[in-house]
Structure formats: C-alpha cells, structure tokens
C-alpha cells in the first residue's frame, strides 16, 4: 500500500548539496587560478566595462576512472526516424570546427560557463603582483566622514554610561567587593572626530596614438591598462589616473578617448613626457603622492634621444616608470626599437624603470608582472 | 493525495503489477534534483555530486532536463515527486512509479539487490562524517575519490546471474602454481615453485590462496586483501562498493525499466476516473516525455512501443513477464522483429567526415541488423569491463586485465592506476588496449 508524505515543507533529507556543491567552485576556481595568465587577456572580462560578473568558460571537472577512449565515441549508434528511413538518409549535419560533438548534447568536450567575479579575479592575481618601490610615507591627511562612538570621558549624559568602563574603575580602585560606585568611576561613552591618514597614488597612463598603432596594438594596451589601474586602485585608497594621448602632441584626455582614438600623426614621446611633467607639478606634490607612469608605444621616435634625455633627468620622481612597447607585427620581435634602445642606454635607474615587449594576449600577464614587481630587493621607500 | 495513492495501488495490483508498496513525497525542484545528483536521500559527501548537483540544477533552471519523479529502490520505495507538477501530473507520475517499482521488486537483476539501501546509506553517511572529524576532510575526500574511482567495478559475485569467464591469457611462470593438477593434487609442487610459494608467503601472508580465478570485483579484492587499509578506511570503501553493487543493474535495464513504467502509467490513468480536461492534459504530459529521437533512443518512446506492440499480440502477461524476467538487450533479442523495427522507424546511424562537414546518416535498416546492434549495444556496460588475474608473487604487486577489445582512456587509466596502488599500497598493473594495440600500463609509471 502506497503512503503520502504530506508536504510539511521540511524533507526528510540531509541537505548535501550546498557544501559539495561549494567544494566543487573550490576546484573550478582552482582550475582557474591555474589558467589566469589566459584569463587576463580575455576579452569578456577587459572590455566588462564595470560590470561585476564577467563569464569564462572552464573544463568540465572530470573524475578519472577506466574509460573508453572518448576519441571513438559517437561514431555511431541508433535512433529513430519519422517512418520510412532508408539507408543513406542524411540525419543532420555541420560544417567542421574543432570539436568531434554531435549534435545535441554530449559530455565530450564539455566545459561549464562559469560567472565569476571579477574582484574575486582580482584578488588572485593580484596576489603575485606588488607595488613597486612603494613609498609609504607619501600619505594624505584626510578627516574621516564616519565619526567613532568610542571615546571614554568622565562627564557624559548618564544614557551613555560606559557599565563595563566604569566597573573597571571599580576594580582598579579595589572597591570591587562592596561595590561601592563613585562618581569618579563613572565613564561616559562619547563621539570622537577620527583623522586617519591614506595613502596616494598618481598613475599616468601614455598612449602612443600616431598612425602606426593599430587595433590589436590598442587590445593589448587595454588589457594592461585595465588590471594596473585596478591594482592600483585597490592598494591605495586614493587613487587618481591621468590619462594622455600622444602622437606629436600630447593631450589630457578622458578615459573613454584615451582608449578609442587614434590620429595618425608621427610619434614624439617627448611631448608626453613633458605634460606628465606639466601636470605633476601642477597637481600631484610629491611628497605626498606615489607617482607611476606607463608609456605604450611601438617605439618609432625619430627623436627618441632627446625623449629618454628628459626621462632620465626626472626618473627619480617615479616609482616606477614602465616602457611597454607593443609590437604585433614585429618580424624582427628580438630587434629594439630606437626608443627602448636610448631608454636602455641612458636611463640608468634600473629600479624605477622597467621596459617590457609584447606581442600577443599571451604575454600580457607576464607583462603586468614585470611592471609591477620589485626587481631590486630592499627599496621599499625612497631615500 | 491519500485516496489517489490507494487507487493507483490498487489499479496497479489488479493490472497484475507487484511493485514495493511506495512512499510519496513532493518536494521543491532543488531537493529533487539534490537526491538524484546523489543517487540516494542521506547520501555520504564528495564534491563530485555537487557538481552533479550544480550542473542539473542550471539546466533545469534554464529550462532544460526536467526531472519529473526520482524513485529509491528500496522496500518501501521512496518516491520524490516535483512540487511544481500539475495535479494531472502529479497522477500520472504516481503510476509511472508503480511500473519502476514493479522492476526493482520483481525483475530478476534487481530483486537481489539490497532493499534497506536508504537505511544503510543514512548509517554510512554518519559515521563517515565522523571519520572526517576524526582523520580530516581532505583525508576522506580522497579516500572517497578513490573507491569512487573503482566504484563500477565491484560485484557481488553470488548474485550475479551471468558472470562470463574467460580463461586467463598472458601466461607467466608463475601461471603454473595455479595449475589444475596442482590444485587436485595430482602433482606435487617443483623446488622453484616452492620457492616462489616461500617468498610469497613471506611478504603477502595469504596471497597464495585467493586467486582461485579472476575477479571483476576489483574494489571487493582491495577492500578485502589490501595490506594497508585502516578500518575506517575499509568501511569507507565497502559502501561504495556496496552502492555500486546496488546501482549495477541499472545500465541493463534503462530500457526495460522506462518502457515499463510508462506502459504502466498509461494502463493505469485508463483505468483511473478523469474528466475530459484532465485526459487531455495527461495525453500532453505523456506525449512530451515520449518523443523519438533521431540520433539516440528515447527509453520511454522506445521501449514503450515494444511492449505496447507486444502487448496487441500476446497480452499484458507477456509485458509483464518481459519486466521480470529480461534484459535491454536480450528484450530486444528476443522480441524486436521486423514489424517493430519497420513501425517504430529505428535505424544504426553512422557518422561520416567530408572534407568540409560532419555528417550523419542512416548506416543500417536491415531489421536483424538493427536488431543484433541495438542487442549489442544495450549489453555493453558503460566502463570498460576489467578483471583482477592474480597478485605477482613476491612483489605483491596487482595484475589487472581489460576484458573485451575497445580502446581504453590511457591517461584515465594511469591515474586509476595510481588511485589503486594508493589503496593496495603496491604497485598495480593493467594489460588493456591503448590506440588498437594491447599495452601493458602500471602505477606511477614515468616513461610514455
């Protein structure tokens, strides 16, 4: 005989799922973590444009046992058509790409979208980079909005007297066995004015616009772009970014120019150079602001000598200055440029200037953590 | 509810039916497809289910592979019925799980299995909960990952109806301390082979005298023999191998199983009182599970129509001698003729590659061709069929053989390998078939 079990809401069954189900996002994460030098090139995520989840795909997380080779599945097998099937009757077809799927579903292959947060990303990449040559000391002294309930006073409105303060006092006295409370234990909880200090960092960002860069050119600027200016912003709690474009000239642009234009002038790195100047001293006084700067470009100055001249007389006002040249195209990919040649050669300050070169969405983690590593050990702080 | 439930019994008893009496209960979406992601309610943990879990819940939610009822094996049955049904609905899975119920009681693959599975399981669940307290999550998490790694190869050989043997192949020298007139006493034992004996003794008390003929119970053997299992250890592994025992049958009889049920439910609501209205939304139920499909076959289509076609021929005896007494696949052999093949439209497809596309079509209408393929294909088990030949005297390493000639997975299969030795503490090795030729694979093997 049959039983209902009438619906109480509450099921007989041990809830399982969730803690399993977590310990699985545990190992794709993990399998993420494992491939974030792909991720950080990924387009979805790059071009997320503030949105907080972002989807990459991941493998389906298999478990191993003995198996048929999956290579000679689904080569055949049955079915049923709608009457009247011959031998020879095409059931479906598709062009080839890839995958040895058919049509419909099969775990071949399979691979989950997974939606992560991108903070979540973040903060595991972020886990290998560091602040190059951080100046601690370089800190704003800002009056915090919140003010903090927390002061002790001896005079208050009694609905604020501190019990456990005051019992304390009792104590210290040693009046604690007869318990006998004087006024002069009582202790009023009052509103303190907190100041607390932050620290600062200024990032320029220059971007080489002449005719000569291209749209990967600006993909791969980016995807840089978009993880140093994050990282930045999450290890300092003030952090402004000064964008400029540059071909012959130099401008102050907004962010969304800085990545969508293009003129197609020559190149003269000079004139960037000198509005980062310009704009430091106008707005940025160094002795309380970390100061980056990264510079893309394809490295064709013709005046790239008087360019690395005037870095190199103002290197010493950087954290960390980085060269990122961007060569797609590049056959000769070992040859340097004019620019990073001269920047070698005259810019002594090894510490505070780092240049990378790539080419590809592979190479750009690899990039970001040349920029953002300290490369000589002990300079934490400016002397 | 009440009094639908006793009349769908009832229906069920006089239609000739003698399923486990069944308990319902209705449940929200995400407890359903929790208990099937786990295959049983009380379940032990591993993160492999919550993937599952996951996986099926998405798709569901993307409205995708709903899942309508999930029934235990068990005596009572436990039947979970999604809330979200239709009271139509409802019904009409309520006899559909009469048709489940009437297998697992009366088929003779699943009478034998273990009818206080629930029970058991719940048991298990605790105290492996406790080992976990005790020896440390990721201590159970991967003593789990490695039963559940042989889980499909375990048996409960007594109950096993048609265990095929096969002569061990590969000879070794030491094949002959096995030998027959060895083993009746016709011959006495040569020095050599006293040796070996000596040295085998030494290092794995016992080996000696286990190896009677292969086994394709590799997790029974582990659990059994294995030198280095604590208990708790070995607790962990014969639950899992005892669910896989439970679950066994399954692979057999998906069609024989969803044919039936649905056979079952259509000839209950015929014999249930329903309004027009409610006939009309059961025949949609009915018709939307029971689509063909062109490249797979639809359980409940398929196998419905052959015992609804057996049925007009010989009566409702014969389905119901069909669920107790076959399989898929010697159904199909025995019952599938050329008017089924013809009426129903199936077919062998094969997959072709152009230069330019993948293509698909019929590569088979003969009737006995389609019949002997569909026979085969049902009899093959989803895993690569593998035995244990014998213990390397002396070394106490495991020798382990595939049976049959498909192509294995190598690199699934070294990392079962080296799951094995975790828990046999020697080496493992494997004879199978890698890229159409037969290789010999071990444990933590280094070279290609």
Known sequence: MNTIEPDTGYYDIQQKGNRDQERHLEKIKHVIKENLKELVANENIITSD?????????????????????KNQDREGSGQGKGGSRKG???????KEGSGRKPGNTHQDFQYLVEIDIDTLAEYLFEELTLPNLDLTRKAQVVDQDEEFSDRRKKGQLSNLDKKATLKEVIKRGAADHLSIDSQDLRFRTWRTKTKEVSNAVIFLLRDVSGSMGESERFLTRAICFWIVWFIRKRYDRAEIVFINYDTEAFEVDEDRFFHEGRGGGTKCLSALQLTRTILAERYPLDVWNVYAIQFSDGEDF??????????????????FGYVEIEPNDSNYYLLSRLSRAYKEIIKDGNRYAAVKLGQAGEVWDAIKKLMSDEVKGIGVRP | MESLAGEIWDAARSLGLSPHPVHFETVPYHVLYEVAAYGLPNHYQHWTFGRNYWVQKTRYEHGEGRIYELVINSDPAYAYILQNNNEVQKTLVMAHVMGHSHVFKCNEYWKDTRKDMPGYMAAASARFATYEQVYGFHAMEEL??????????????EHEPVMERRPVENRTPYDELFDLDLALGKRALTDSEKAAREKMEKIRPGAWNRLPRPTGDILGYIVRYSPQLLDYQRDVLSVIRQEGIYFQPYYRTRLLH??????????????????QDE????ALTHA???LPSPLGINPYHFGWKMLEMVEKERGSAEVIKIANEETDSSFIRAYLDERMVEELDVYKWIKKDTASHELWEVGEKDWRMVRDYLAESYARPPYPGIEVRREVPGQGSLVLAQVGEEDMDEKYARETLNYCQDLWGHRVELQCRVDSRSKLLWSHMTNH
């Not at chain 1, 990459?56 to 999956?70: G, H, N």
């Not at chain 1, 009757?89 to 062009?95: F, I, K």
């Not at chain 2, 969803?258 to 309004?275: C, N, P, R, Y």
């Not at chain 2, 006939?279 to 059961?282: I, S």
Request: hydrophobic share 40%.
């Open chain 2, 279 to 282: 006939r009309m939304e059961a």
């Open chain 1, 50 to 70: 503030g949105k907080k989840k972002v989807t990459v795909p991941v493998r389906y997380l298999d478990e191993y046992r003995f198996r048929y080779d999956p």
């Open chain 2, 258 to 275: 969803e044919g039936f049920a649905v056979w079952t439910h259509q000839k209950i609501l015929d014999m249930l009182d329903m309004s």
């Open chain 2, 288 to 290: 939307s599970v029971t």
């Open chain 1, 89 to 95: 009757d095409v059931l479906g077809q598709r062009p």
């Open chain 1, 303 to 320: 005046e790239c000598t008087d360019a690395a001249r005037f870095l190199a007389g103002m290197i010493h006002v950087f954290n960390r």
């Open chain 2, 144 to 157: 789990i990952t490695r039963g559940l790694a042989v889980q499909a190869h375990s048996l409960d050989e």
